[in-house]
């Protein structure tokens, strides 16, 4: 088996290694800092590299590429300790939504591709101690319409973000792995509410994020629920624990700086 990174693969690290050299110094880094710990002109110059877009498809206007691309991506961006939440939307946020069944699914990849949209996965809740299967937020349909109730933490890129991916329980125990679904919540749908802070390695972050009351009545919108594939409990769950270790092991190619690994920005819902 050849193991050694393909001319293409080459040339993309060689591109991301230049960006970072040329456009994120550690001037620049620190006053991205002072600015908030996060960049609208660095986030889009990720985007004019097609890098927002590497697991978007290309009819989604993405680059279709795979984990060893996402590696070397992530390898140089770790070298030049990037603050933007780059494996949190352009990794796990596009796996979910590539994975989901959202008919607005399409509009937020294009987005995030094009480097006008920020989705992050709103998973995180106090007790759970980093267990995905704890999921203490509700989510009923009434009449229609679902309905999420529950408080997030530290979700990346909480006060950036356009909308968030939100694991919430339809059935089961609070740690049951099954009965979890993932719905797609608009930062302005009613109810939801954000609180910016700064994170240790300078970023941002968001706590205290509630969903009160968060509603998904159209179908056709960007609330509609990302249901589990072939309606069975648990699969959402499931899938939901397969991008968080891709996404952790895509992540370890930085372990040489420790910086970079550090969790990028942090929020919080609650309805």
Known sequence: MDFDFSD???????TVRKWVEKDYTF???RSIVKEGGFSKAAWQGLADL????LYVSEEN???GFGPVDAMVVMEELGRGIVMEPFAAVSLVATSLLNAGDAPSAALWLQGIAEGKEIVVLAHQERKARYRLAHVETTAKNVGGTWQLTGIKSVVPAGTHAGAFIVPARV????????GIALFLVSKGEKGVAVRGYPTQDGACAAGRRRLRVARTRDRHRHRRALRRRRGRDGQAGRHHRRVHEHAQAVRCDDRHLPGAAAPHCRCEDAA
């Open 171 to 178: 059935s089961g125990a609070v740690d049951d792995p099954s």
């Open 50 to 53: 097609g890098l927002l877009g």
């Open 27 to 29: 001037e620049r880094r």
């Open 61 to 63: 206007g993405g680059m």
């Open 8 to 14: 293409d693969q080459e040339m993309l690290r060689d």
